[in-house]
């Protein structure tokens, strides 16, 4: 299989790269990939990276849509009872903004998030996944991209941890940005490879999550992004929770596969420090950037 080299970053223009990491594929193929830094605004970038045509197969892990099936262990117990509160918790994150437009959530997944809100509001999805999409309410609208929406404008438009994943990064935001009704708000949540816990796992942390994350943001290239597209930050929020569920995965990745006590205590840790000193210099594990259009 060709991989294809990014030559420019899509963010600032710039050609020059620090070389960065080398991180491996821990969920699907093993295979190893370069994460290389732009010069100009700090964009982590994978490349060289699988074509997109190719990318399907790197999506293969059945990890995403385990947790929702048979048997559960005590992880995976925990695993649900964090995504029913990080539901809810995003649900107060937004709801000031829904009002009558409804909310729109671009990668949805098996979308727990969007039947949550749909309780309360209308809503519609964007998920590229066949499998992912048949697990949603048939009352529900769910397209497989964004050129398939209806031409509708949402109060709220959400990518929890999405944007890291596309290809086609600036022609999807602008695409998006058409969506958002006058006065209403995106919600872009992505990792932070600034992050204490990034810094200290390096090419072990979770979140680099090669070749599926595309791009690796930390607040300063995000803002270039938001300059360059003309949007403006209103807010940023922190994600806590993420830097336990990263630093365990990350410690698994690094101890190859087994976790153990030593392991748990020593991923707990690396979390807390990383809230930690965050609160400091606000680079939490992953952050919500709140913007204007
Ligand atoms: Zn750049």
Known sequence: MTLEEVAQCPVCQSTAFHTGLIAKDQTTTGEVFHVKHCQGCTLGIT???PREEDSPRYYQSETYISHSRGSRSLFDSIYLLVRHLTIRWKYRLVKPYLKNNGLLDVGCGTGHFLQYVARRHPVVGVEPSVKARETISPAI??????????????????????????????????????????????????????????????????????PRHLWHFNRQSMATLLQQEGMKLLATIPMKLDAYYVSLLSERYKRSGSLGPSGIISAVTTALQSNHSARKDGNYSSLIFVIQA
């Open 47 to 49: 490349s060289p990276r």
């Open 141 to 210: 609208t769910v397209v497989s991209s964004v050129q398939e929406l209806p031409d509708r404008r949402f109060g709220v438009i959400t990518l929890w941890h999405v944007i890291e994943h596309v290809y086609p990064l600036r022609d999807t935001l602008q695409q998006i940005k058409q969506h958002l009704a006058p006065g209403g708000v995106l919600f872009l949540a992505v990792p932070n490879h600034q992050s204490a816990d990034a810094l200290h796992y390096r090419e072990h942390w979770a979140a680099y999550d090669v």
